[in-house]
T-cell receptor, first 113, second 110 residues
């Protein structure tokens, strides 16, 4: 079974721009969660989607948004990029809400200059 | 607010030298405690889920245990390929998101 895939793997953007990251979950998984990982803060939860509905949202500004499509693929968008948004963005999938084990993709490394 | 604290931040072992990593947590209602392994430049790899105090799980040289306040990841006779960052996370019974600790970076020297 193929794992979670994320595209692109690496991205360099300029302050003020916006970016869209994509995540394809494991086949059959319907829940997708996004996390931001930085050296200072570690892994922090951004949001969770299940059946195209946002179920939970972390403590991030409104510049961070996401959506999920009917095939369970998910995208997250960051508008008006700031230097502090430089991070590894990780997507994780599970078979459903409270279906405990979450399986992570390789991440997208975003660098904002 | 759920909190997870891992110690030590970094650990250096000789091959074959057993040790333990600690994960202390506070959560209003624990649904599960998770251990992940993360290699540089990669996403976390799932290792274990523990649900209740007293539970233990093993995988090769790794054994995870759980009490009401903390979890331990015991590494027996580690090998250099066990070098990685080990992450602990909790899931609150009220929602299905993970709260992570900052990890323990393990380096095993031959």
């Amino acid at each position: 079974k193929a794992g979670v895939t994320q595209t692109p793997r690496y991205l360099i953007k300029t302050r003020g721009q916006q970016v869209t990251l994509s995540c394809s979950p494991i086949s059959g998984h319907r829940s997708v969660s996004w996390y931001q990982q930085t050296p200072g803060q570690g892994l922090q939860f951004l949001f969770e989607y299940f059946s195209e509905t946002q179920r939970n949202k972390g403590n991030f500004p409104g510049r961070f948004s996401g959506r999920q499509f009917s095939n369970s693929r998910s995208e997250m968008n960051v508008s008006t990029l700031e230097l502090g948004d430089s991070a590894l963005y990780l997507c994780a999938s599970s078979s459903g809400p409270q279906k405990d084990e979450q399986y992570f993709g390789p991440g997208t490394r975003l660098t904002v200059t | 607010e759920d909190q997870v604290t891992q110690s030590p931040e970094a650990l250096r072992l000789q091959e074959g030298e057993s040790s333990s990593l600690n994960c202390s947590y506070t959560v209003s209602g624990l649904r599960g405690l998770f251990w992940y392994r993360q290699d540089p430049g990669k996403g976390p790899e799932f290792l274990f889920t523990l649900y209740s105090a007293g539970e233990e799980k093993e995988k090769e040289r790794l054994k995870a245990t759980l009490t009401k306040k903390e979890s331990f990841l015991h590494i027996t006779a580690p090998k250099p390929e066990d070098s990685a960052t080990y992450l602990c996370a909790v899931m609150n019974s009220g929602y299905s998101t993970l709260t992570f600790g900052k990890g323990t970076m393990l380096l095993v020297s031959p």
